[in-house]
């Protein structure tokens, strides 16, 4: 992978939001939820769709903090529109580990 530099880094917006809502995505191509997630008064409540089924249940990420690239354009997938990026590591299996803040921190804050 090729090096960037601070500026190029600096483009991507990075935002910590609290999932508020979450649903099962049956159109989804591969297990997914849809995801409502409120950045507080920098961006308000955003949508995405997330491949996390494999390690979290629904219940488990209502209040959740996350990490989101919120500076993409939107994207359909199937018939629901994702309009930020949650950030997550793929591990073992392709399953996706979420990043997350170590605190709570104020919504809408941005990675740095």
């Not at 508020?20 to 049956?26: G, K, L, T, Y």
Request: aromatic share 8%.
């Amino acid at each position: 992978m090729s090096s960037i530099t601070y500026d190029e880094f600096e483009k991507v917006e990075i935002r910590v939001g609290k999932v508020i809502q979450v649903e099962d995505f049956s159109k989804a191509r591969k297990p997914a939820y849809k995801l409502w997630i409120d950045f507080g008064e920098a961006l308000g409540i955003k949508k995405s769709s997330a491949q996390i089924t494999k390690l979290y249940d629904k219940a488990d990420l209502v209040d959740r903090l996350v990490l989101a690239v919120t500076n993409f354009p939107p994207r359909q997938v199937a018939d629901f529109m994702s309009e930020v990026l949650v950030l997550g590591i793929v591990v073992e299996d392709g399953e996706v580990a979420l990043v997350q803040p170590d605190r709570p921190v104020p919504l809408g804050k941005r990675l740095l």
